[in-house]
């Protein structure tokens, strides 16, 4: 009955594979984020998506695409990785978008490390 | 840029004790929430407090929010060695952009 969930938990690739992080929420939300954290906890906004749509998009590289099939999944697709892009990655959701009061669910994260 | 920052960055007590920690903000907010981290995990929510309020209570935490400062304190009292985590804060801008800035934590370690 985990309410946001992400796959793997922990990823170890090579520089300059391609990899994906899957992320569901049973909970119902419209809206879905990821999160990058980095080795000093800093916590920055990536992607989130409202009911499929995307609405906020901060300043990643487009080696990293997001994709939302429905809007209970978000998952992430990282091309030709670096090694900066090591980091725990989480993906969180939140109940419905133009809520003034909203507070996020976050996912377990999934540890990625680029070799 | 809007992001908070927590102070201390690193507080160590002894359990039964308080814990204070502070955070502070650059622009105008809806809200601002407290999360908190454990080792190896995902955030939690703690607390959230709205721009028109000034205290919030919460079992054994307490945030204050001071708009005129742009600044907000989380105290857990009667501390416990589970309350060993990082603390976050976060806050929505009030121009409507519907993201969350947190802020870069305070790592509470708890001796038992």
């Known amino acids: 009955d985990t309410a946001v969930s992400q796959t793997p938990k922990y990823l170890v690739t090579q520089m300059g594979n391609d990899k994906s992080i899957k992320c569901e929420q049973n909970?119902?939300?419209?809206?879905m984020y990821w999160y990058k954290q980095d080795s000093k906890k800093f916590l920055k906004i990536m992607f989130s998506y409202n009911n499929k749509e995307l609405i906020i998009n901060e300043t990643v590289p487009n080696r990293f695409s997001p994709k939302s099939p429905d809007k209970a999944h978000l998952n992430l697709h990282i091309n030709s990785l670096e090694l900066g892009d090591s980091a725990v990655y989480f993906c969180a959701s939140s109940h419905r978008l133009r809520v003034r009061y909203n507070e996020q669910f976050f996912g377990p994260g999934t540890r990625l490390t680029v070799l | 840029s809007q992001q908070g920052e927590e102070d201390p960055q690193a507080l160590s007590i002894q359990e039964g004790e308080n814990a204070t920690m502070n955070c502070s903000y650059k622009?105008?907010?809806?809200?601002l929430q407290w999360y908190r981290q454990n080792s190896g995990r995902g955030l939690v929510h703690l607390i959230l407090?709205?721009?028109?309020?000034r205290e919030k209570h919460s079992g054994r935490l307490r945030v204050t929010l001071d708009t005129s400062k742009k600044s907000s304190s989380l105290l857990i009292t009667a501390s416990r060695a589970a309350d060993t985590a990082s603390y976050f804060c976060?806050?929505?801008?009030?121009?409507?952009?519907?993201?969350?800035?947190f802020g870069t934590g305070t790592r509470l370690k708890v001796l038992a």
């Open positions: 909970l119902g939300h419209d809206t």
């Open positions: 622009t105008s907010i809806n809200n």
């Open positions: 407090i709205r721009s028109n309020e």
């Open positions: 976060a806050t929505d801008a009030s121009t409507g952009t519907y993201k969350y800035i």
